[in-house]
């Protein structure tokens, strides 16, 4: 799931050769003195440990044009997943599959992501339990019943994908298969033990 280099190869290219009066020199070289001379905010975060890697190694124009865009913000491409998924194609939602977190199909990565630094690990805007409970309430007040899962008061991503995922719900693996990573027989199953 991981993002690797070689997916954007091609990319940092075509920006390059193509894009944004930006010199070869300017782009391969260390961080991009042109932008953060001015932008103290942003040159300010590129030594925060958490901050998106492009960032961090001064890489603006990878997406950010340099004279001017029909998108917010000079930005490559418009809206927030359509510039990430240029480099993060396995997070890419599929229009119309079922099997896309709800609203993320039409959506944004910026629910959850920041841009160039949150303070967090993966640029989340909150902690990943908050993140999710945030948004859903019904399942935070199961929560808060008598006998919650453990499972589920630790991490919602012990069970589901935050991304688009090959299973229902957003589920990592099958239902039987996710309750076996951790029991080691479905509780479901111990009662019929002693037939077995
Ligand atoms: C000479 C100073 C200077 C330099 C160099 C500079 N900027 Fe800016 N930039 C500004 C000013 C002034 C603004 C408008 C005020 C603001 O939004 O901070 C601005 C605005 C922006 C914005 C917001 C645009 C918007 O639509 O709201 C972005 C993004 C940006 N600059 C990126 C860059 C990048 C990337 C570079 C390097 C290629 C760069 N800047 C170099 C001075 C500069
Ligand atoms: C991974 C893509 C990416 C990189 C790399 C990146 N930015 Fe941005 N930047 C964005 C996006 C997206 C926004 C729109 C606002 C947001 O979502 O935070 C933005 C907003 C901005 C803004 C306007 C809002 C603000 O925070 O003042 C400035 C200025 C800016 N960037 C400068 C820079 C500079 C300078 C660098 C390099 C040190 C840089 N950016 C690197 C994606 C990027
Ligand atoms: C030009 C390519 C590029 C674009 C565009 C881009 N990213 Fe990234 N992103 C990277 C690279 C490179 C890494 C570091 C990957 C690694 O270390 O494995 C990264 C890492 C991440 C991570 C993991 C953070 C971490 O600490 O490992 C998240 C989350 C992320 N990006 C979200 C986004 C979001 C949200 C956007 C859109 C605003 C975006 N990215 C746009 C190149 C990009
Ligand atoms: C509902 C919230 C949410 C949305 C929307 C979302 N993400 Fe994430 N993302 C997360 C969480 C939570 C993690 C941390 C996952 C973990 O720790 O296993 C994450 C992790 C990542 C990572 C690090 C690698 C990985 O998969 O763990 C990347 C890259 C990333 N997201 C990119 C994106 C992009 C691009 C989009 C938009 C297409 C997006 N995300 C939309 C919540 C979200
Ligand atoms: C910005 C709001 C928001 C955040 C944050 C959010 N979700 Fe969702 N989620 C939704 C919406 C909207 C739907 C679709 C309607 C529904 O099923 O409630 C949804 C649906 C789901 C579904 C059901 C998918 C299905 O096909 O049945 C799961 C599972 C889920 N989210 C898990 C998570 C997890 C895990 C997190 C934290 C990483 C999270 N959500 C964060 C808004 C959010
Ligand atoms: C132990 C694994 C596991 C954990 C942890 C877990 N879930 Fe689920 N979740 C499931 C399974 C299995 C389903 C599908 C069957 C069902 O609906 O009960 C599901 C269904 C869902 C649905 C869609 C159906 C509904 O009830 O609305 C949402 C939304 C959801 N989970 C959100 C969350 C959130 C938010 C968390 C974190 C508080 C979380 N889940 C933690 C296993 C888990
Ligand atoms: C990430 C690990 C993990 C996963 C995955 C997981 N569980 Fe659990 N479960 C726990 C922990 C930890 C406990 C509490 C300790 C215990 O009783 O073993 C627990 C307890 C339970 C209990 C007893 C609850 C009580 O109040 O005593 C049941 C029933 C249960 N899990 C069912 C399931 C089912 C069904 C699934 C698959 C949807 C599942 N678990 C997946 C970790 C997990």
């Known amino acids: 799931m991981r993002f690797h ?3 954007f190869t091609p990319f940092i290219a075509f920006l390059v050769f193509c ?31 958490t901050a998106h890697k ?12 340099t004279h001017g865009s ?14 990430c998924v240029i480099c993060h194609k396995a997070q890419k ?3 119309g599959e079922k099997e896309n977190h709800g609203f993320s199909a039409k959506g944004e990565c910026s629910v959850c992501h920041a841009s160039h630094d949150s303070g967090r690990k993966n640029l989340l805007l ?20 008598a006998h919650p899962h453990a499972a589920a008061v630790d991490s919602c991503i012990n069970c589901h994908n935050p ?6 719900h957003l ?4 239902p039987t298969d996710l309750c076996s990573a951790c029991h080691e027989i479905a509780p479901w199953q111990k009662p019929m033990r002693g037939w077995l």
């Open 126 to 145: 909150k902690e990943p339990q908050e993140l999710c409970l945030s948004c859903h309430e019904p399942i935070k007040n199961r929560l808060a019943l």
């Open 93 to 95: 939602p599929v229009e």
């Open 70 to 83: 029909a998108n917010a913000n000079i930005l490559h491409a418009g809206g927030g997943r359509d510039l």
């Open 5 to 7: 280099f070689r997916q």
């Open 54 to 65: 492009p960032l961090r190694e001064g890489r603006c124009q990878w997406c950010h044009k």
């Open 19 to 49: 894009c944004a009066g930006v010199s070869n020199a300017s782009v391969s070289g260390g961080p991009d003195k042109k932008c953060t001379a001015c932008h103290a905010t942003a040159a300010a975060l590129q030594s925060s440990p």
């Open 171 to 174: 589920l990592k693996a099958k």
């Open 163 to 168: 991304h688009p995922s090959a299973s229902e």
